[in-house]
């Protein structure tokens, strides 16, 4: 296949393509192992705490795959993408292209350093014969979130107001909200996270009051304090039938998503997180419902 290798559950070629929101059941969702993470140069503020201390690639490696048998052990199909020591950011799959409806983009990745990460997306879409849509500027997939006919885009340095235009015109069926965040969370989904239909997670901070008001009127708000921002809490996966992924080190998030109704599905990604990304940012769904 040109690199890419589909693992689990053999798949016959198709080209099923499906995203309504973030919450339905998970069928594929696209991974690439951190083979090669480092932080090699620093495009964040997390990975500026960890600078010095850099990446255990054996223990992320380990906690990756520990992260890819429960989705596998939860019927989630698993498309892997090759690694390449040219990209140690390669593990952030979201953010190389994202899914909305039956529609594929790839995206325009801002930092130098993870530009062509999208190559082997792109040969995976090739060899499965899925047409997709390129970004007509910078906008990364972790600024892209989608429930059902509404898309919330966060508007940041890595994703552009250019951008977003472009996605209005590409899919007029949908209405495109712009969030602004502090940029310094990196994308969206680090402070705002859709867990079901009436429930998000978000870390109030991040935002100004005009729209924390105006996403309080569309879901009931839960809160993320700022210790566990840091460690990722709002980057949360979900996988449908009310099931979450998340880290065990952020125990309050998850107390509160128990209590919310949730079933938490704790995994060790402590390493992963150095550079800035968890659960969500992670892995790029393809097919949900």
Not at 211 to 236: K, M, P, R, Y
Not at 259 to 280: C, L, P, Y
């Amino acid at each position: 296949m040109g690199g890419a290798r589909i693992l689990g559950a053999q798949l016959q070629k198709t080209s099923t393509i499906k995203c309504m929101t973030e919450y339905d059941t998970l069928r594929r969702v696209i991974l690439c192992p951190p083979e090669f993470m480092a932080i090699d140069e620093v495009i964040n503020e997390v990975q500026k705490q960890y600078l010095d201390e850099n990446i255990d690639k054996t223990r992320a490696m380990k906690q990756h795959a520990q992260f890819e048998k429960l989705l596998k052990e939860n019927g989630v199909d698993v498309i892997t993408l090759p690694a390449s020591e040219e990209f140690p950011e390669q593990v952030f799959t979201r953010d190389i292209g994202f899914t909305i409806g039956n529609e594929v983009f790839v995206a325009g990745l801002a930092a130098d350093i993870r530009k062509g990460e999208e190559g082997p997306l792109k040969e995976w879409l090739s060899e499965e014969d899925i047409t997709y849509q390129s970004a007509a500027d910078r906008m990364e997939g972790g600024d892209v979130i989608v429930d059902r006919d509404t898309i919330y885009v966060g508007i940041s340095s890595r994703t552009s107001s250019k951008a977003v235009r472009h996605l209005e015109q590409k899919l007029p069926e949908y209405t495109v909200k712009r969030i602004p965040f502090d940029g310094r969370y990196l994308h969206l989904d680090c402070v705002f996270n859709i867990l079901s239909s009436e429930k998000a997670l978000i870390f109030k901070p991040a935002f100004d009051q005009e729209t924390f008001d105006e996403l309080a009127t569309s879901f009931e708000l839960i809160e993320v304090e700022a210790d566990e921002q840091f460690s990722l809490g709002t980057n949360v996966l979900s996988i449908g039938n009310g099931k979450v992924f998340s880290l065990p080190q952020n125990a309050k998030v998850n107390a509160k998503l128990r209590a919310n109704g949730f079933q938490v599905i704790e995994v060790d990604f402590s390493e992963i997180i150095k550079s800035g990304g968890s659960f969500r940012c992670c892995s790029m769904p393809v097919e949900r419902g």
